[in-house]
């Protein structure tokens, strides 16, 4: 039998001039540690190591939290000796143990492919997980949860980059390692410098998708989402990005849905690419020209759209690739030592370890904020940087480039949120192909997926909170595209066709309802009963359910679904509150789902009676905790695209 991890058996090591040091074995020294009392209970242990050979300190540094399993580690190296030391591999994790025999699920990742489920078993050899192409969730998402049967070791790389989580086979057992990927990764350090590794997340649970998820969901908003007013708030967006693009919305366009959405009872409009860079052009290759308006489109320029859509009771979102420079945008003419280059070639971004690039990129959004009346900026990151920058005039060497960009990206970021606190900033990359909880420290939310299709919305879902908490997690419902369909053929909504249903527009809505609600439609094309129709879903999120999405426990009921067919095609997430005594219950009939699920519930109170209101039919009725954990709800009459919502009091 397999015996029980400990995770106070947690080390870590680190890579030197190719040698591969763990820190419990080899010349280190154990130089005392320390503990640090933190705001909120946060206890933080500091374990000091010292190579004298090398020269080397190592700090290991390793957080616990009170009333929580999750545990946060990271790596601290110091130069202390008189040469360059070059330190090629951070585990920011290690540890042996008793896996063998054990499941790890993962995810992979990939454009509109985003929470792929893959599972495999320990069973003698080597099991790696990684990304190389420079954004954390490109390839694979920086998560893996390995279970027996009785424990489950949920860990996640808090990183942007390329990370690395490996279980190698060591005779019977495995040793565990997780941190910056080493691929490509060397840090020269100089006399006197240091090197913190990116922080790795662990929870040690009972082997269950939902104690492991909410763990990390309850940990992540005390202990690590920035909140503001605004973002509590879970404010209702409308973007305007897949019905018009760049190429079909202008300043009269965006009004006219501006008044729509005010009409709904809607709470952010953003406008999304194509507001700025030169009249003509496509806007992916004007990327960077961020201090340039398209008058072309916005003759009276955006802060006067801005005023309009304040004026109008919204907040007013914009959308800028911050990081990235389009092969016809100026700035790679007026500052070229801005550009990331690899071996002499353009990377198609700016390198933030150079410390002017990241003084530009905060008076750029600065004025999106102070100028343009910002209360909300979409971040996007639209490109692979690879293994990154390898220029040596920026700050960094030529084996770190990747590794200081982003550390110099959450600086921008947290300067930001530092000046100007109550601004969102949402997370987006290519949809959701950076979506980590190293970001996520410094957002109020990610972007889930580009496309937004049923089936795929609750697999992403299924899928992102086991990381990630529901409300900070933000998708909209299938959207109305202008264009792309031979790229995503299931983008095919329509809100005008006469096929369309209650029924169905109800389904497609309520799976955006679990998270973060946005819209992305023509609202003035509309037909008048589908825009009643939404307005009354975004009145029921804003009174009835985003405070669930805010601060309950989230179970899944059922397996997750496929976006190919596969899958469990009924899906069951319930919203518990704390204390237990609220609930909200989404269901869905999803298309070759049987007619008849019995969905027993969880985490209620056994003795405490519950009414259960059905906010379709205004039906309500009584039942213990006890009955509907143990019995169930029988749910026989929902078609295909079918769905209920059942609140719990």
Known sequence: MNQSLDLSRLSAAIGVEGRLLPLDGGGWRPRGSETILRAHGVRQERARYVDDEIGLRVIVAR?????????????????????????????????????????????SSGWGAEFEPARQRLEGGDLVLETRAGRSSQGMHPFAAAGDGRQRLTLTVAWSGNWIIRFQAE???????????????????APGERVVSPPVVLALTDDDVNAASNALARWGRRHLYPANTLSRALPVEWNHWWPYEDVAIDEETFRRNVDQA????????????????????????????????????????????????????????????????????????THPEYLALRDGQRLGYLCFGNPAVRDWAYGILERLIVEYGADWIKLDFNLDPGAGCNRTDHGHGPGDGLFEHYLGYYRVLERVRRNHPEVILENCSSGGLRIDLGILERTQMTFLS?????????????????????????????????????????????PADPGLTRTALDYYTRMSMLNWLGYSLRLPDAPEWVRERLATHARLYQTRVRRFVREADLYKLCGQPLRDGGGDRWQGFLYVAPGAQEGALFVFRLPGGGERRRLALTGLIADRVYTIEDVDSGRAWQATGGDLMEAGLLFDDLPEEGSALLLLS
């Open 450 to 494: 580009d496309p937004d299709w049923p089936v795929h919305d609750l697999q992403l879902f299924w899928g992102a909170t086991c990381m990630v908490a529901p409300s900070a997690c933000l998708h909209w419902p299938w959207s109305e595209w202008r264009a792309n369909q031979d790229r995503v053929p299931e983008q095919t909504f329509n």
């Open 171 to 189: 005779g019977q057992d495995y040793v565990l390692s997780a941190g910056l990927n080493h691929w490509q990764f060397h840090k020269d350090l």
């Open 63 to 107: 957080e616990s939290f009170p009333d929580s399993p999750v545990v946060r580690q990271w790596v601290e190296v110091e130069n202390l000796g008189g040469r360059t030391v070059r330190v090629d591999r951070l585990d920011s994790v290690r540890m042996p143990a008793s896996l063998h025999g054990w499941e790890v699920h993962s995810f």
């Open 262 to 333: 005010a009409e709904m009872g809607l709470e952010v409009a953003t406008l999304d690419a194509g507001w700025f860079g030169d009249p003509e052009g496509q806007w992916y290759r004007k990327r960077g020209d961020w201090h340039l308006v398209n008058r072309r489109r916005f003759p009276s320029g955006i802060p006067a759209l801005s005023d309009y859509v304040h004026a109008k009771g919204l907040k007013f979102g914009i959308w800028c690739e911050i990081e990235a420079v389009g092969a016809d945008a100026h700035l790679a003419e």
